[in-house]
């Protein structure tokens, strides 16, 4: 292939590329918009999980028995406000970069069942089944000796 067909051919799939990005931009647009999500409100609703992750909470001030106040009010970090604001916001990122995975499922996975066949050699396997033989005249003559049975036999 010749270099200039290359060029073209490469310079028209990046153009193609651009017009899919700019597609699933306005389809998305739409949607947002039949949702009566305008960018203003999505602008709000981060700059309040921001807020939230910088998020303070007042102790109030300790009075003792007789009713003095022994220490005074003080502002600390409200570190369930901020854990949850950030993972929200984690969240969000997420679902905009396309990077989230369905990880919790509530249903077990369907069991699967599987079949295993194997084919064995003749030699492996037990063509006929065992057959019990008659003794022979010379096993019959002999005399059958009775064997004394030991506790430990039993």
């Known amino acids: 292939m010749p270099k200039s067909l290359a060029v073209k051919a490469e310079t028209r799939r990046k153009a193609l590329d651009r017009h899919a990005y700019d597609r699933r931009l306005e ?4 949607w947002l918009e039949r949702a009566s999500v305008t960018p203003e409100l999505l602008a709000e609703s981060i700059e309040t999980l921001r807020a939230g ?12 028995r007789k009713g003095n106040v022994v220490g005074e009010r003080q502002e600390v970090p409200d570190h369930a406000v901020r854990v949850k604001a ?7 990122v997420r679902l905009v970069s396309g990077l989230t995975a369905e ?23 037990a063509s006929k089944p065992a057959q ?6 010379a096993e019959a003559n002999e005399p059958v000796v009775d064997a004394e049975i030991m506790e430990g036999e039993s």
Request: hydrophobic residues 45%.
């Open 103 to 125: 990880m919790k499922t509530d249903t077990k996975p369907a069991e699967a069942q599987v079949a295993l066949i194997v084919n064995l050699p003749e030699w492996m396997t």
């Open 53 to 64: 992750m910088k998020a303070n909470k007042i102790i109030p001030a300790v009075v003792d």
């Open 132 to 137: 019990i033989t008659a003794p022979s005249r």
């Open 27 to 30: 389809r998305r647009t739409k």
């Open 86 to 92: 950030a993972s929200e916001v984690a969240d969000f």
